[in-house]
């Protein structure tokens, strides 16, 4: 009788800890993997059952610390599946650490598991975005813009999905589409910074600068703090000839960064083209210079043994192969000679004051 009495109350016990495991939230993360723990260690549960208890509680360990999510997270995960090969939460959950890790071939293949696996139209969003976001990082930008584009035929409104495929077009070298994305972007999310800003990326590879500075202008609105959007509105404005608006902004990212190198480089740049050689020496550094005007000494006196020896070469090149070569260091050092000579000419006035 005792026994019977025990185990009627052991029993309940099991099943609340299974409940809260399954039913847990951010707000009671460590009860839940408390109670997950119990529910798995009980010995009540297998097979499926016992796989989305694993499942659960590296769901909640996601919620504890970075830590835990990519290490503890991970090892239920992997439990998860290795109990239930169709685990497709897990699945998709593991393939988002894994992009997170780098690891883009095994995030692609824990995503395309999970789509054999069976999946709701939810979870194929999540699966597209995973598998997609790996692709692109492979360099795989057609695979990625398919997987984006199933995923926004099932959500239409996706502006994650949206603004990603409109990335991949980009890298694609096709501008035109990815503006026509994130123009959707923006149709759906005025205040979405990130997309103007994305769509001055495209605008800029359009060679619309106007553009680029209409939507810098817009992204810096809404983030005053967006760094890229000055660096690109900077470029923008220098290509336009506008050098004191272009120092400007590189004037910002300097105050949000006074270690930040590319913003130092491009207003050497700009007052340089200004011939403002103090300030560009104060940016640029004398040995920055000096190191420029070695590496175009180097490449004159190649050009030049190239001119010399080129009818000698034919040993070890076609003579074609030594003329194409000194022809491309001929332009070279013609697109280079205005910078030479005003280097030249802010050393000789940094010598002398």
Request: include cysteine; proline fraction near 2%; charged fraction near 25%.
């Amino acid at each position: 009788m005792v026994f019977a009495t025990a185990a009627a109350v052991s029993r309940p016990a099991a099943a609340d800890d299974r409940q809260e495991c399954l039913n847990g939230s951010k707000e009671t993360a460590a009860a839940t993997i408390t109670a997950c723990t119990r529910a798995i260690q009980s010995g009540d549960y297998n097979d499926r059952d016992l796989s989305e208890l694993y499942h659960h509680r590296g769901y909640a360990w996601s919620w504890t610390s970075f830590t835990d999510r990519v290490d503890r997270a991970f090892k239920d995960y992997s439990e998860a599946i290795r109990i239930d090969p169709k685990a497709v939460g897990s699945l998709l959950n593991r393939s988002h650490i894994y992009n997170q890790q780098h690891d883009y071939d095994r995030a692609i293949a824990d995503a395309t598991q999970a789509f054999d696996g069976g999946l709701s139209d939810y979870g194929k969003r999540v699966g597209y975005g995973e598998r997609g976001y790996a692709y692109q990082a492979k360099g795989d930008n057609d695979r990625a813009i398919a997987d984006y584009t199933d995923g926004i035929r099932l959500d239409a409104n996706n502006k994650v999905a949206l603004t990603a495929r409109g990335n991949a077009y980009l890298a694609k070298g096709d501008p035109g589409r990815a503006a026509a994305d994130y123009d959707r972007v923006i149709a759906l999310d005025p205040k979405y910074a990130i997309a103007y800003y994305n769509r001055s990326l495209a605008h800029r590879a359009k060679g619309d600068l106007d553009r680029v500075i209409a939507d810098c202008s817009e992204a810096i609105a809404l983030y005053p703090n967006y760094r890229d959007a000055y660096y690109n509105r900077g470029y923008a404005y220098q290509a336009k000839g506008d050098l004191d608006r272009a120092i400007a902004d590189y004037n910002h990212m300097i105050a949000l960064d006074p270690n930040d190198r590319d913003a130092h480089d491009s207003r050497a740049s700009a007052y340089l083209t200004k011939g403002d050689f103090r300030r560009f020496f104060a940016d640029f550094g004398l040995g920055q210079v000096l190191t420029c005007l070695a590496t175009i000494v180097f490449l004159a006196v190649g050009v030049w043994l190239c001119y010399r020896t080129g009818k000698y070469a034919s040993a070890q090149w076609s003579g074609r192969t030594a003329i194409e070569i000194c022809e491309r260091g001929v332009v070279e050092m013609q697109r280079k000679n205005a910078v030479l000579e005003r280097i030249a000419v802010a050393l000789e006035k940094h010598s002398l004051g």
